[in-house]
């Protein structure tokens, strides 16, 4: 790669933006500089905050040319910190926000700024939206890179195949669109593959009828793990696509939850009820028959209100560290793991499964870049808390947690649900989509620009 080091405190490319550029010695810089995960503290030698397009073109050609460590921002969380680095540049994109609505073509365009929270309220209005997270301050661009699942998923799939075209700022400063006509190897890629291979500057999504949903917790006594997941795992891929269900461990939080339960260690669900009221009362009473719950509260709700349910309990500037990983089956001997471990060591620590089946599995291993069409969840242990302190005690946690349920798995993670873990380890969350990635890395970074992500490696 050709480097120039001739501009390093970035005056040439301070009068090509729009946007600002922000140094060490500025008085915002460590309010941009912060990330979601206070874990990640780390000091960039620039932060390019884009305006458009055209900021995001110079800012890729400024990082190449100087021979820049160059990260890419979006508008949400990252909890591997990948969004940023030592000592080089940041393209932060959180200042792209624009969305427009089609209702009649079903679809909605995304600038990569937007949180899942801003789709959601440009598209409820004409009661639509497309597959997107479980937290609306969630971002649009790394979610959806990565592959992106959701509340959504046993009925439109993954974030990816509702994905229509994108444009992207390739590593050469070229501006160009991927879809199944244009660039489909590119476009191939991009459903999964992560920010290996460009900056998207624009997502266009299919949108669907959802307006009302049944939604809420059912939660039981952690005591009845064991009968509840064995009774999920059963239930769970019999169950109506229109019907969805998050298995979780996690401690009863403060209000707006009954104050005799506040710190209880509890086992329960998350609904998302697409279809009738009737269908989804069927759902929570089958529920009832292997459990009595200690707390419930499911409710018809506008969409954007279960998306955003639980945002206030994980606001920017905690300690996070996950791990993740894909299962296709719930053994005895991973519940019995999952028990040992259902102890969590903070309030906002747990593991979550999220159901990947139904509409998911009818898209192609090959289609997309995502690894794992027959997963039926995908698992994450996440150790959450405000102390600093406590870091140690949540990288063990999980750690010791993951470890003892792995074997269990089958081998790969969701990339979004990754800490800095390794070649192996991207590899395995690929599977036979790997070696065609790095071909495909080849062909439109060859020289590996894009790398401060869950990197593949270009073809050699």
């Not at 993954?158 to 489909?184: Q, W």
């Not at 009828?209 to 064991?226: N, Q």
């Not at 529920?287 to 018809?300: I, K, Q, R, Y």
Request: proline share 6%; net charge negative.
């Amino acid at each position: 790669m050709a480097t120039t080091r001739d501009d390093a405190d970035g005056e040439r490319l301070e009068t090509e933006l729009r946007g600002d550029l922000i140094r060490p010695l500025d008085p915002e810089f460590d309010d941009a500089r912060a990330v979601y995960n206070a874990m990640i503290d780390t000091h960039p030698r620039l932060i390019a905050r884009c305006s458009d397009v055209a900021d995001v073109i110079s800012a890729v050609n400024y990082g190449r040319e100087q021979g820049l460590e160059t990260a890419i921002r979006g508008g949400g969380h990252n909890g591997a910190g990948l969004g940023t680095v030592d000592d080089g540049l940041v393209i932060d994109l959180s200042g792209m926000t624009g969305i427009r609505v089609d209702p009649e073509a079903r679809t909605v365009r995304v600038e990569p700024g937007c949180t899942w929270g801003d789709v959601d309220h440009a598209t409820h209005a004409f009661g639509l939206a497309t597959v997107s997270g479980v937290v609306s301050t969630t971002g649009v661009g790394g979610l959806a890179l990565g592959g992106g699942h959701g509340y959504l998923s046993r009925k439109y799939g993954l974030t990816i195949d509702n994905l229509l075209s994108a444009d992207v700022v390739l590593a050469d400063g070229r501006l160009v669109r991927a879809s199944e006509e244009e660039r489909p190897d590119l476009f191939w890629a991009l459903r999964g593959g992560g920010g290996n291979f460009g900056v998207v500057t624009s997502f266009e999504f299919r949108v669907h009828p959802v307006d009302t949903v049944v939604a809420g917790p059912t939660f039981w006594p952690i005591d009845d793990l064991e009968s509840t997941m064995r009774w999920y795992r059963e239930w769970l891929p019999e169950a109506p696509e229109d019907v969805y269900a998050v298995y979780l461990t996690a401690q009863v939080p403060g209000d707006p939850f009954p104050a005799e339960l506040h710190g209880e260690t509890v086992c329960g669900l998350v609904w998302c009820c697409l279809g009738s009221e009737e269908e989804a009362e069927d759902a929570i009473e089958s529920a009832h028959t292997v459990a009595e719950p200690l707390f419930e509260h499911v409710e018809a709700m506008p969409y954007p209100a279960l998306q955003s349910m639980f945002d206030e309990l994980y606001p920017p500037g905690d300690q996070w560290y996950w791990k993740g990983d894909f299962v296709r089956e719930l053994t005895d001997d991973a519940i019995d793991e999952h028990r040992r471990f259902a102890d969590v060591p903070t309030p906002q620590s747990g593991m979550h499964l999220y159901p990947i089946d139904g509409a998911v599995h009818r898209v192609d291993r090959g289609d997309t870049a995502w690894g794992h069409r027959d997963a039926t969840w995908s698992m994450v242990i996440f150790g959450v808390d405000r102390n600093p302190a406590k870091g140690d005690l949540l990288r063990d946690w999980t750690r010791n947690y993951w470890e003892a349920v792995h074997p269990h798995t089958v081998g790969g993670s969701y990339i979004n649900f990754m800490m800095e873990e390794g070649t192996d380890r991207i590899r395995a969350s690929y599977g036979d989509n790997y070696d065609r990635l790095r071909e495909v890395k080849a062909a439109y970074d060859p020289d590996n620009f894009f790398r401060v992500n869950q990197n593949v490696e270009p073809a050699s």
